[in-house]
Each structure stands twice: as structure tokens, then as C-alpha cells.
């Protein structure tokens, strides 16, 4: 069954019209339609859309498990955990996605990313993850993002000094991750590497967003 299908069936479950669904699940009702006919594909709104409508979101989003989930099942005192229902699915895409990330109707295109992951972290507007690259984030002392971490990069947060962020300079066409400085009246991108050297952000620079997390993955 196609997640179109599985959106379609959910919905019959909780008797939600596609408005109704959307409102519950904080999105549009295009957003929902678009999904139905398979316009679109799954987005970070899959547990959203799969708690508005009482079902399991690993049922919805990748067809594993039963649709909704048992707890309450008779002679058992064991219950069956469903997935946090705080947990957000977000795309990993690449870091020349990342530079030309603009925004748009649909902020997922159609094959941006065939992998996902989970974050407790709700954002604010369209979000997605990055794999770092490099040492220049590595520092011998505070703050360090050492090469292979992922970052969860929010397209709406407010970009203000101080905050690490992911930036598109004119003459690349891959974003690049720093820290945002000002000093002088002037800002700047700033490497936690001072091995690195430290970039002026000026009017031909973008900020395509602000980094909210960053966790170590660990490769055997």
C-alpha cells in the first residue's frame, strides 16, 4: 500500500474530512489533497498527521506494523509504547540542495531526499538535515561539530550573531555551515576552526537557515 493509500485509510479511521484533518494537524488542506493524489510525498508532518488521525506513525510513513497500535490488549500488563508523538520527521538532503534550497509552494521537492530522520525538535518552517562535512566546526575548546554529525537546519528561524548557521556564498554552489558574527557594525561567517579563515557576509550572501541541533551518528 502507497503512503497515499495509508493517508487515505487513516483518515477514514479518525472520520476526518481533508480540511479537518489539516486544521488538526496544523497544515493546509492542499497539503493534504496533494498527498491523497501522491503529488507530494511524505514530510516531516507525517507524525502530526498520523496523531491527528490516532494512528501509528511508523505504520504510516514507511508501512511497518499494524495501523494502529493495542495498548490495551486483555490479559497483558505489558503496554505497547507508540512513537512520541513530539517526534518530527525531517529529510537529509545534500549541501548543494542546501544552496539552492528557496522557498516555494512545495517546500519538499519530489525526490529531494531518500532518507529521513526523527527530532523532538518542532520547527518552524520547512526544516531538514545536513551531514557536516570537514573540521572547520571543530573547536579545541566550547562548542565543536566534529565531521559526520548531523544538523537539523530550520528555514525560519530569525538568523541573528551568535547563532550557527547554514549560508550560501556567491561563489559555491553548496551552502556552507559557520557561525554568524558581527564585529564593527559588519557581519560575518565564523569557522569554530581557527584554523579556518573567517568570511564577510555581505549582500550577495543568503542565509538559507539557522541550525537548531546537532547529534553525533556513529558508524561501525
Known sequence: MEFKDRLKAARRHADLRQGELAEKAGLTQTSISDLERGKSKAT????????????SAIWLSDNVGPMVVDSKKEGSNVSLAAQNPQSFRYPVISWVSAGSWAEAVEPYPVGISDRYEFSEYNSKGPAFWLEVKGDSMTSPV???IAQGS???V????????????????????EATFKKLVSDGGRLYLK???????TEIFDENCRI?????????????
Open 44 to 55: 516531516a508532518h507525517v507524525v502530526k498527521i498520523a496523531d491527528a488521525c490516532g494512528v
Open 150 to 152: 548531523l544538523i537539523l
Open 191 to 197: 569557522p569554530l576552526n581557527p584554523g579556518y579563515p
Open 154 to 173: 530550520d528555514t525560519e528561524v530569525e538568523a541573528t550573531p551568535g547563532k550557527l548557521v547554514v549560508a550560501k556564498l556567491p561563489d559555491s554552489n
Open 208 to 220: 538559507v537557515g539557522v541550525v537548531v541541533q546537532a547529534t553525533q551518528k556513529f558508524h561501525y
Open 142 to 144: 566550547g562548542t565543536s
